[in-house]
């Protein structure tokens, strides 16, 4: 049951990231600037980060069965929108509802883990779910770079879309909530629920955790690295792609490394998750204080260590199911709402500063001021479980 919904997470994933090679292409086809297209990742982040909440309850009460069938039947009507839109507004309709779409996927796969599976496995499950993330990421970039070059941006976005619909339909069928016989989990009312998750300290803690680690990994390879490294280094496309993909690989590798460390330390959770906001953030930062053009290597470098830090992100959900065990879905919304609130912010500001005409280098430190103050409020809210 996990593997079938976190192959939905696969999709899902894929239509989320797809804009951070076809950013370009999209400029292109609605003959805007690449900050302009920064709009279509703000729209569908802004919805996607608005529905966490429902997103969450609807995991709580609905089941993962029927929201999961939800969110992909949504997830395809988005894509095939996207893939026949002749102007830009009908693009940003297409991501609005990829944006609904998406937010109701992670959070029931982390259901579905809960439901099945021992809780002592939950975190590498949650790390193993990012895992199957990064394989739909990695579909987003030299694959997806190729398919546009191919095929062209209709069909290659229409099959994704009707797939995405026929998947719908796969978990009406065959997806179950929890093993038979097993309680049905009990609701508290909604508001008292949230009021609850909200001040629990883990969940707090869970929340910065996630937006001092997920908003750079989201940002540059979500949309920003690929014309960062095209445009601003001077990097040809298909190496371009190939960084993406090294700093995706590099996701899906640190993922269940870090689950596995984690679930048998837990205690260490929040120490290895500030341990690479920093890092990551100096990293960032050598990037752009070097003078002139830093070396490829470094730029590398910093990319894979984005990697490393989105799969250490999948570690504050861990530490919100902590905290509130019975409102897992709850819980998890809010911890997301950290990691893509920032993630909007910085796509924002780096657009702005883009059209501005002030280079990647100013444009960047957004991004870089976030990082370090995510990475200092994971310092200022310690949680330590056992």
Do not use: K
């Not at 939800?70 to 297409?94: K, V």
């Amino acid at each position: 049951m996990w593997a079938l919904a976190a192959a939905f997470y696969v999709v899902a994933i894929f239509h989320r990231m797809s804009l951070g090679v076809a950013s370009i292409d999209a400029g292109h086809r609605f003959g805007v600037s690449t900050s302009t297209i920064a709009l279509l990742s703000i729209v569908q982040l802004g919805l996607y980060l608005t529905m966490q909440i429902p997103a969450g309850l609807m995991a709580d009460r609905l089941g993962p069965r029927r929201t999961l069938a939800l969110g992909l039947a949504i997830l395809g009507t988005g894509e095939l929108l996207f893939a026949f839109s002749p102007t830009l507004q009908m693009a940003i309709a297409g991501r609005a509802l990829v944006g609904i779409g998406d937010a109701c996927m992670f959070l029931n796969v982390l259901r579905v883990a809960a439901h099945w599976l021992p809780p002592h496995r939950y975190a590498l499950a949650t790390a193993l779910t990012a895992v199957c993330g990064s394989l739909g990421q990695l579909l987003t970039t030299a694959p997806l770079s190729l398919a546009l070059g191919d095929l062209g941006w209709t069909p290659t976005f229409a099959g994704t879309g009707i797939l995405t619909a026929v998947l719908a339909i796969l978990a009406v069928n065959r997806l179950q909530d929890r093993p038979a016989g097993a309680a049905p989990a009990h609701h508290a009312p909604i508001v008292p629920t949230l009021r609850r998750a909200w001040r629990a300290p883990s969940i707090r803690h869970g929340l910065w955790v996630h937006f001092a680690l997920n908003c750079p990994f989201v940002t540059l390879t979500g949309l920003w690295a690929y014309p960062f490294l095209v445009q601003g280094q001077g990097v040809p496309r298909a190496t371009a792609a190939a960084i993406l993909t090294a700093a995706v690989v590099a996701f899906g590798v640190a993922a269940p490394a870090l689950g596995t460390l984690a679930g048998r330390n837990p205690a260490y959770r929040g120490r290895i998750a500030s341990a690479v906001a920093f890092a990551t953030a100096a990293a960032l930062g050598l990037v752009l204080g070097w003078p002139g053009h830093p070396p490829l290597g470094l730029v590398v470098a910093m990319l894979v260590l984005s990697g490393v830090s989105g799969a250490a992100s999948t570690l504050a959900f861990d530490l919100a199911r902590d905290g509130v065990p019975n409102a897992g879905g709850s819980a998890s919304g809010i911890v997301n709402v950290g990691g893509f609130s920032a993630a909007i912010v910085a796509q924002a500001a780096i657009g702005l500063l883009i059209s501005a005409h002030l280079g990647y280098r100013v444009a960047l430190l957004p991004l870089l001021a976030l990082m370090a103050m995510g990475a200092l409020q994971t310092l200022r809210h310690p949680v330590t479980l056992a």
